[in-house]
Protein backbone atom coordinates (compact mmCIF):
# COMPACT_ATOMS: atom_id res chain seq x y z
CA UNK A 1 0.00 0.00 0.00
CA UNK A 2 3.20 2.15 0.19
CA UNK A 3 4.74 3.09 -3.04
CA UNK A 4 7.97 5.14 -3.99
CA UNK A 5 9.07 6.81 -6.18
CA UNK A 6 13.51 8.19 -6.87
CA UNK A 7 14.66 10.79 -8.32
CA UNK A 8 17.57 13.41 -8.78
CA UNK A 9 19.83 10.68 -9.91
CA UNK A 10 22.50 11.85 -12.76
CA UNK A 11 25.98 12.12 -14.10
CA UNK A 12 28.09 14.37 -11.75
CA UNK A 13 32.16 14.68 -11.76
CA UNK A 14 33.94 13.03 -8.56
CA UNK A 15 33.78 16.03 -5.73
CA UNK A 16 30.65 17.01 -6.76
CA UNK A 17 27.14 16.96 -5.22
CA UNK A 18 23.90 15.61 -5.69
CA UNK A 19 20.58 15.25 -4.02
CA UNK A 20 18.57 12.60 -3.97
CA UNK A 21 14.63 12.56 -3.77
CA UNK A 22 11.80 9.70 -3.07
CA UNK A 23 8.27 10.13 -2.85
CA UNK A 24 5.86 8.08 -0.47
CA UNK A 25 2.38 7.40 -1.49
CA UNK A 26 -0.02 5.52 0.22
CA UNK A 27 -1.71 5.39 4.06
CA UNK A 28 0.51 4.15 7.06
CA UNK A 29 -0.72 3.92 10.75
CA UNK A 30 2.98 4.05 12.69
CA UNK A 31 6.24 5.81 12.18
CA UNK A 32 8.16 3.64 9.88
CA UNK A 33 11.74 3.25 8.65
CA UNK A 34 13.10 4.45 5.80
CA UNK A 35 16.75 3.97 3.82
CA UNK A 36 18.39 4.45 0.81
CA UNK A 37 20.69 1.74 -0.36
CA UNK A 38 22.46 0.87 -3.74
CA UNK A 39 24.01 -1.32 -5.87
CA UNK A 40 26.83 -0.92 -8.61
CA UNK A 41 26.99 -3.38 -11.17
CA UNK A 42 28.63 -7.06 -10.34
CA UNK A 43 28.30 -5.79 -6.55
CA UNK A 44 25.69 -7.01 -3.59
CA UNK A 45 22.73 -4.47 -2.77
CA UNK A 46 24.21 -2.17 0.48
CA UNK A 47 22.82 0.07 2.77
CA UNK A 48 23.71 3.83 2.36
CA UNK A 49 21.94 5.82 4.82
CA UNK A 50 18.79 4.81 7.41
CA UNK A 51 15.89 7.07 9.53
CA UNK A 52 12.76 7.05 11.00
CA UNK A 53 10.31 8.98 9.66
CA UNK A 54 10.17 10.98 13.10
CA UNK A 55 14.03 12.34 11.81
CA UNK A 56 15.88 10.10 13.70
CA UNK A 57 19.04 8.65 11.71
CA UNK A 58 19.90 5.04 12.63
CA UNK A 59 22.79 4.25 10.36
CA UNK A 60 25.59 5.74 7.71
CA UNK A 61 27.61 3.41 6.21
CA UNK A 62 31.20 3.81 6.89
CA UNK A 63 31.90 4.63 3.55
CA UNK A 64 29.51 7.56 3.32
CA UNK A 65 29.99 8.88 6.73
CA UNK A 66 31.16 12.92 6.76
CA UNK A 67 29.57 13.11 3.17
CA UNK A 68 26.25 11.89 2.93
CA UNK A 69 23.17 13.63 4.86
CA UNK A 70 19.76 11.14 4.86
CA UNK A 71 16.28 13.60 6.08
CA UNK A 72 12.78 13.65 5.82
CA UNK A 73 9.83 16.06 4.86
CA UNK A 74 6.80 14.42 6.26
CA UNK A 75 4.82 17.61 4.94
CA UNK A 76 6.12 16.31 1.66
CA UNK A 77 6.36 12.28 2.57
CA UNK A 78 9.76 12.56 0.82
CA UNK A 79 12.78 11.11 1.60
CA UNK A 80 16.13 12.74 0.76
CA UNK A 81 20.03 11.84 0.11
CA UNK A 82 22.26 15.11 -0.02
CA UNK A 83 25.91 13.66 -1.34
CA UNK A 84 28.50 15.66 -1.52
CA UNK A 85 32.20 15.28 -2.20
CA UNK A 86 31.29 12.45 -4.51
CA UNK A 87 33.74 9.87 -5.43
CA UNK A 88 33.82 7.50 -8.52
CA UNK A 89 33.15 4.52 -5.98
CA UNK A 90 29.51 5.90 -5.09
CA UNK A 91 28.46 5.28 -8.82
CA UNK A 92 25.47 2.91 -8.58
CA UNK A 93 21.62 2.41 -9.01
CA UNK A 94 20.42 3.97 -5.43
CA UNK A 95 16.97 2.67 -4.32
CA UNK A 96 14.82 3.97 -1.25
CA UNK A 97 13.02 1.76 1.46
CA UNK A 98 10.38 1.75 3.45
CA UNK A 99 9.58 -0.94 6.48
CA UNK A 100 6.62 -0.34 8.50
CA UNK A 101 2.93 -0.79 9.23
CA UNK A 102 -0.17 0.00 6.75
CA UNK A 103 -3.59 0.70 7.37
CA UNK A 104 -4.94 -2.61 8.77
CA UNK A 105 -2.07 -3.45 10.91
CA UNK A 106 -0.10 -5.29 8.47
CA UNK A 107 3.70 -5.24 7.90
CA UNK A 108 5.24 -4.30 4.50
CA UNK A 109 7.95 -3.34 2.94
CA UNK A 110 8.60 -1.53 -0.01
CA UNK A 111 11.09 -0.68 -2.79
CA UNK A 112 11.46 2.22 -5.74
CA UNK A 113 12.58 1.93 -9.03
CA UNK A 114 16.36 2.87 -8.68
CA UNK A 115 17.65 6.14 -9.63
CA UNK A 116 20.97 5.79 -11.51
CA UNK A 117 24.25 7.97 -10.00
CA UNK A 118 27.35 7.99 -12.03
CA UNK A 119 30.48 9.51 -11.11
CA UNK A 120 33.36 10.32 -13.58
CA UNK A 121 36.50 11.26 -12.54
Known amino acids: QVQLAESGGGLVQAGGSLRLSCVASGRAESTAIMGWYRQAPGKQRELVAQ????????KYADSVKGRFTISTDNAKNTLYLQMNSLKSEDTAVYYC??????????????WGQGTQVTVSS
Open 97 to 110: NWSGVVIGGQPMRS
Open 51 to 58: ITTSGTIL
